[in-house]
């Protein structure tokens, strides 16, 4: 039995994505940016920060913001269960943590596979999703994490 020939060769036009839960949506955000994945742990809060800036965590000696992606997405806030988690993003050179309900999966989407969010019309905020994709019979709400980032540095 000749392994190589059995080893799924990767379309070069997919690109993969961390995909996770937020209020009743699947979101994702592309893997590249995604270091680790953590349990929720101390959170030290900040005065007068936003709303959706947490605080910050102790990640091995850093000092690094904690977003809560549910609250900076205007989505419903809920409390922090068993099943939320931390995702540690490098974006733009510095280190972020954004809380999530609970991570699902790694897919990988081709181009075809997703859709400009300026195609569903007019009354929809899309200047921090870089798109809507279809995976098998589910939607899932791309992020651009680096726009996410850009509204927390000026908040």
Known sequence: MD???E???LDAAAA???SFSLAE???AVKILHVREI???GPITPLPNAPHHLKGVMNLRGAIVPVVDLKVALGLPESDYDKFTVIIVLSVGGRTMDFVVDSVCDVVSLE???IENTSEIGNGVDDALID???RAQERFIILLDVERIAAVDVAA
């Open 7 to 9: 080893t799924p060769v």
């Open 3 to 5: 392994l190589v020939n």
């Open 131 to 133: 798109g809507i994709a």
């Open 111 to 113: 181009s075809t596979d």
């Open 16 to 18: 993969q994505y961390l």
């Open 38 to 40: 953590r349990g929720i």
């Open 25 to 27: 949506g699947e979101y």
